[in-house]
């Protein structure tokens, strides 16, 4: 499983999970993700490579371990870093002009974890 050394990680992590999360990486999402990946970190493409693969073939049971397994490295984080990443989220999800069953079902599981990210 990802350990997250950075909350930089895991925002890269998460964008490409959401990026994926109907199945396909439109151009249109990956551009708003690496844009948007600037937020946190200067080495987006070191980022994307680094959680590429793990992302495509990670199941959704996985992918709630994996958060998880990492929330107690990750606390505290500002409310400013957790309120860009959501809004980063939903920007990725609506970039391609479709909103997909998937990405609604991953996104409300993920504004729970982040929330959890705040205490």
Known sequence: ????SSFAEFAAFLMLYVARADGQLHHLEEEI???RLR???RETETLLEKFYAMTAELEDPKFTSVLRENLDSLTPVSAQD???LIKSLYAIVNADGRVQAEETQVMKRLR???FILAV
């Not at 499983?1 to 997250?4: E, G, L, N, R, S």
């Open 33 to 35: 993700l690496k844009e």
């Open 39 to 41: 937020y946190f970190s």
């Open 82 to 84: 957790r309120e860009y």
């Open 112 to 114: 729970e974890i982040l």
């Open 1 to 4: 499983m990802a350990a997250f």
